[in-house]
């Protein structure tokens, strides 16, 4: 994400709370590298275990200053509905 992107958010923080369409949540780490705003540590298990490809479009909206909800469309622009998925990935929680 932008560095620009971190002027909505009140302050920047170490740990985001990912929320998607289905109410799973996810915790996963923040990191500034090169003057962007990445996703760290547990984003690349959200990616496997929600099955995002390359060509499908991922939202984020601001709910709160550490909560991001998170909505997949894939190559046909459908939003993409995945029940809370098993994993042993410990930044996973419930609700």
Known sequence: MPL???KHFLVVTTVLK???NTCCSWRVTVRLM???VTLDEGW???VVVYQIKIGYMVTFK???PDTLKVVI???DDIEVVTKCGRHDD???MNG
Do not use: E, G, I, R
Request: aromatic share 20%; net charge negative.
């Open 4 to 6: 620009d992107f971190t």
């Open 18 to 20: 990912l929320k998607t």
């Open 34 to 36: 090169n003057d962007m």
């Open 44 to 46: 690349a298990t959200f």
């Open 62 to 64: 601001l709910l709160t």
């Open 73 to 75: 469309f894939d190559d």
């Open 90 to 92: 410990a930044f996973a």
